[in-house]
């Protein structure tokens, strides 16, 4: 099963299975349904999605205190998510070796606890996240050309914004235009992007 639904987190690495990011996997995320529809339409119906420690997503969502609830709580979350969602539950990342999971999907977290050091918002274009760079916050940019231009917007501007919130600094803007779907679909996606005021800021 090659496609992953992750956090965008920057420190959440796959070693096995490709990353599809949409921040706290889609946890109470806003139209989220809509977003699995496009991607399975993309990709068809065999994603998976895993939960991972330390999701600020979620602690602020549901005012938790500190990471030992918001890790022992994420599991059961992001598998209703699957159950809601008609996606595979693979299971959860943790701060260690890289971990199988289920579905032959590998990985596990790689930031240090407690600290974001991303500068960079980075939207995959055109099949997932290609190149692991520690320093990039993920946003999957996929599906944006299959669904309506203001809902479009309302996901990745809500993304966008919680990341930005993470850090004091301007988060620069890059695009991964690689991938299977090639170069006509990430121009297409490109283009939504840039309609919404997302251009890039810096070479990938």
Request: aromatic share 8%; net charge positive.
């Given at each position: 099963m090659s496609y992953v639904i992750t956090c965008g987190d920057?420190?959440?690495?796959?070693?096995?299975?490709t990353r599809l990011a949409v921040v706290g996997a889609g946890f109470?995320?806003?139209?989220?349904?809509?977003?699995?529809?496009?991607?399975?339409?993309?990709?068809?119906?065999?994603?998976?999605?895993v939960s991972n420690d330390e999701s600020e997503w979620t602690k602020r969502l549901l005012n938790l205190a500190d990471w030992e609830q918001v890790n022992a709580s994420m599991e059961q979350h992001i598998e209703a998510?699957?159950?809601?969602?008609?996606?595979?539950?693979?299971?959860?990342?943790?701060?260690?070796?890289?971990?199988v999971l289920k579905f032959e999907?590998?990985?596990?977290?790689?930031r240090p606890h407690g600290i974001h050091i991303?500068?960079?918002?980075?939207?995959?274009?055109?099949?997932?996240?290609?190149?692991?760079?520690l320093g990039k916050y993920l946003i999957s940019a996929e599906w944006l050309s299959e669904v309506?231009?203001?809902?479009?917007?309302?996901?990745?501007?809500?993304?966008v914004a919680f990341y930005q919130s993470l850090t004091k600094k301007k988060l620069a803007i890059v695009f991964e235009r690689e991938g299977e779907l090639g170069e006509k679909i990430a121009e297409k996606n490109q283009k939504v992007l840039e309609k919404m005021g997302f251009t890039e800021s810096v070479s990938a």
């Open positions: 920057e420190g959440i690495q796959l070693n096995q299975g109470r995320l806003e139209n989220f349904s809509k977003v699995v529809v496009a991607l399975k339409k993309i990709f068809g119906e065999d994603i998976a999605v998510v699957a159950d809601r969602e008609k996606l595979h539950y693979a299971g959860h990342l943790t701060f260690s070796d890289p971990k999907i590998k990985g596990h977290m790689v991303a500068n960079k918002i980075c939207f995959t274009l055109a099949g997932g996240e290609q190149t692991y760079n309506p231009f203001k809902m479009a917007q309302s996901v990745i501007q809500e993304q």
